[in-house]
């Protein structure tokens, strides 16, 4: 596992993050989705973060800021320091080689129309990373690191399976030898025995290539196996960020403690056995709640949470977004 992450010797980092959406504008008026509000986190070379939450949450968002696809409203997206949309303006390639990512669903982020070795060889040509005449070779190349044949070079999307055509997905995103790459649900829609194997083969490149994920899942107890920091999100903030392998004797956040008390297969860890439940739904990102944006949820919540947004700050060796993070700290459930 590596050190808690920090901005010194960080590949990509997020700083006051901020993403709000204008919905229901056609006519006037409008409403404000607040999906990011003031994310900070910082990925170190070759480990793994891994972000979690309630759907709704932000997480997807939070990917597409990261690589570029939204613009933030506010706050910075910093690439070995330097300003996101500062290289996208100016050296966009620069950025694209060194962050890339790998949707949830591989069917629908591959071109129906363009054969597996067009889809990987684009980047190869966009980057001019070698010449016309070598770029099938180097296909072929891709498709072995992630177990597939040169057979698959003139198939279609079509006639893979789903656990082919993720594979496809990784090796689009491996062909420009990224420092970076985002993960977003990358195995949800796949069965249990291919999910396994993706994850292998994600473990096996970042060994081979030193390559850094940030990892957006459901899967709570995958993410604890895979990731070196696990974040936990909820509505548009991080609420706790930490060293995974210390979950479930450090969980301090009532949220982070409820989340993962849900899972089945970490539910039945003693040290999260008492954890309280959750009970309601997520407020609305069009009216999220003042203060503390979990009071409304939290077992814990006292006069000040309803008005008073606390800060991520160190508790017991990890961050964490709670008035009560001292006092909860103490009170870790026995393993």
Not at 217 to 222: D, G, R
């Amino acid at each position: 596992m590596n050190e808690q992450g920090n901005s010194r010797g960080a590949v990509l980092e997020a700083r006051n993050l901020v993403k709000e959406y204008r919905v229901g504008s056609a006519f006037g008026g409008g409403r404000t989705v607040f999906a990011l509000s003031g994310v900070d986190l910082a990925v170190k070379p070759g480990e793994t973060l891994a972000v979690v939450g309630e759907s709704g949450c932000g997480k997807s968002t939070l990917a597409r800021c990261l690589t570029g696809l939204h613009e933030p409203t506010s706050g910075h997206v910093l690439l070995d320091g330097a300003d996101a949309q500062a290289l996208l303006s100016s050296d966009a390639g620069r950025f694209r080689r060194a962050v890339q990512i790998v949707f949830q669903d591989p069917y629908a982020s591959l071109n129906p129309r363009r054969t597996i070795g067009q889809s990987i060889g684009d980047g190869l040509r966009l980057h001019k990373l070698c010449a016309r005449s070598e770029r099938r070779a180097r296909v072929g190349e891709l498709l072995s690191r992630v177990g597939l044949s040169d057979d698959h070079i003139d198939r279609y999307p079509h006639e893979l399976s789903g656990g082919q055509r993720q594979r496809v997905a990784i090796a689009r995103a491996l062909a420009v030898s990224p420092r970076l790459i985002v993960c977003d649900e990358p195995v949800s829609a796949l069965d249990v025995s291919v999910q396994a194997q993706i994850i292998n083969l994600l473990n096996d490149l970042q060994e081979q290539s030193g390559v850094a994920y940030v990892f957006i899942s459901h899967n709570l107890a995958l993410v604890r196996h895979i990731s070196d920091r696990i974040a936990v999100m909820y509505l548009g903030q991080i609420v706790e960020i930490g060293d995974a392998a210390a979950l479930g004797q450090t969980l301090v956040h009532p949220y982070s403690r409820a989340l993962f008390s849900a899972s089945p297969e970490i539910g039945r860890d003693r040290a999260l056995a008492r954890a309280k439940p959750l009970e309601g739904d997520v407020p609305s990102p069009l009216d999220p709640p003042s203060g503390c944006r979990f009071h409304t949820r939290c077992p814990f919540a006292q006069e000040r949470c309803t008005t008073e947004m606390p800060s991520l700050r160190q508790v017991a060796g990890r961050e964490v977004r709670c008035h009560r993070a001292e006092e909860m700290a103490g009170t870790q459930l026995a393993a």
